[in-house]
Nanobody
């Protein structure tokens, strides 16, 4: 059965860095764009970044552009989110997700265009 498992979250001071990992199992992820989302307490789930199957195309939310980098390994079984210069407003549960085939760019920010989600990993930015 297809599964996504996130790891790497934790407590970090403002200005610090973390790298999140998302391990994917199951061949149903072949060919799919993958994404990171986040959800802060009391807020809606928010798009963070996507990466295409071959890793050649990435899209970022304006709030993280220049600070976060999404990548995937050569075996395409793990997706990473490197986060630098973290701010308190980055505090959230971070989720990785599989994007549905055929999703157009304007729909990247619609959570209904993602069908598999991990359980999430908590990131807390605080002094």
């Amino acid at each position: 059965q297809a599964q996504l498992v996130e790891s790497g979250g934790g407590l970090v001071q403002p200005g610090g860095s973390l790298r999140l990992s998302c391990a994917a199992s199951g061949s149903t992820f072949s060919g799919h764009t993958m994404a990171w989302w986040r959800q802060a307490p009391g807020q809606e789930r928010e798009f963070v970044a996507t990466i295409s199957w071959y890793g050649s195309n990435t899209v970022y939310a304006d709030s993280v552009k220049g600070r976060f980098t999404i990548s995937r390994d050569s075996a395409k079984t793990t997706v990473y989110l490197s986060m630098n210069n973290l701010k308190p407003e980055d505090t959230a549960v971070y989720y990785c997700a599989r994007q549905l085939m055929g999703t157009i760019r304007s729909s990247y920010y619609d959570p209904q265009r993602y069908d598999y989600w991990g359980q999430g990993t908590q990131v807390t930015v605080s002094s």
